[in-house]
């Protein structure tokens, strides 16, 4: 018996043979506990209805099988995070009254130009190295807030903590706040709930066990993990899977030519092919 599992993808652009590997091990590790699939589509116009359309056919392409989700229902929907917005501004009132988040107006240019001042932290270059939010731009004291009131929030982070937790298929993991990563968007200009809200949200609300997606959000795991514990919530489990890469080495990313799912099913792959096939 598998941990009740979640599949959420983000309708930017046509699902590739890595998002079909993960999301075929989360399947795998979900069997008989339930596998929600929830559309993560709050990066306003760059996710598309049409995307969505395909990524439900794509993933029944491959033969996964969900048990919640946009097209099936179930009693945790909506299962569009669009949909979705009340709950997120309850769980960004909860951080608010708990005193881990604030308001900060600041500009990306601001935010790098702090970032980018000498300093000791770090002697590698910051091409290899993204420096995290730099803690002299977070105020000094808040007001208390009844709306996020149209700029960005961010989680006010532990300096020098290191968050270490079990994965299931890379072992110990290890990030520490304030140099792996600083204090990060919760909340969006705009008015939407970031990522990092917007997944803790919804997979405690979804009583997900595991969280199963790419090696790329370990450091979001550990910026996650310190959500749960300001909301006072238990995460799940975490398994991490490898990244995927083309032929000549590189990440696949939703721009990938050739190895959509899609792609690769008009050419001729059957779905065992895109979940196993070299690229
Ligand atoms: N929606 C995210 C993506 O497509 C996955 C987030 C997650 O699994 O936590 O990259």
Redesign the pocket.
């Known amino acids: 018996m598998g941990r009740r599992g979640r599949i ?3 309708p930017t652009g046509y699902l590739h043979a890595g998002h079909a590997r993960t999301f075929a091990i989360a399947a795998d590790r979900a069997r008989g506990a339930g596998l929600v699939l929830r559309i ?1 589509d709050l990066d306003g116009p760059r996710c598309r209805p049409e995307f969505t359309a395909a990524a439900l056919e794509d993933l029944r392409w491959l033969g996964l099988e969900w048990t919640e989700g946009p097209d099936v229902g179930g009693p945790r929907g909506p299962y569009v995070q669009s949909e979705r917005a009340a709950w997120f501004l309850e769980v960004w009132r909860r951080l608010e009254a708990a005193g881990a988040i604030y308001p900060s107006p600041h500009s990306r240019r601001d935010v790098e130009e702090a970032a980018n001042a000498p300093h000791e932290t770090s002697q590698i270059p910051q091409i290899w190295w993204q420096a995290p939010f730099p803690p002299a731009l977070r105020p000094t004291h808040c007001e208390r807030a009844t709306a996020p009131g149209g700029v960005p929030w961010r989680f006010r982070v532990p300096d020098g903590r290191t968050i270490e937790f079990h994965d299931a298929l890379q072992g110990t993991v290890c990030r520490t706040a304030g140099v792996d990563f600083g204090d990060f968007v919760v909340w969006r200009r705009d008015d939407l709930a970031a990522y990092e809200l917007a ?1 803790v949200a919804d997979d405690h609300a979804m009583e997900i066990a595991e ?1 199963v ?1 790419g090696a790329d ?1 370990l450091t979001s795991t550990a910026r996650q993990i310190l959500l749960y514990e300001a909301l006072g919530w238990t995460p799940p489990a975490f398994c991490h899977t490898p990244l995927v890469c083309d032929a000549s080495g590189r990440r696949l990313a939703k721009r990938t030519g050739g190895l959509a799912i899609r792609e690769l099913r008009e050419a001729g792959w059957t779905p065992a092919e895109v979940l196993t096939r070299e690229l």
Request: aromatic share 0%.
């Open positions: 959420a993808p983000t993560e997944v969280v997606r959000l």
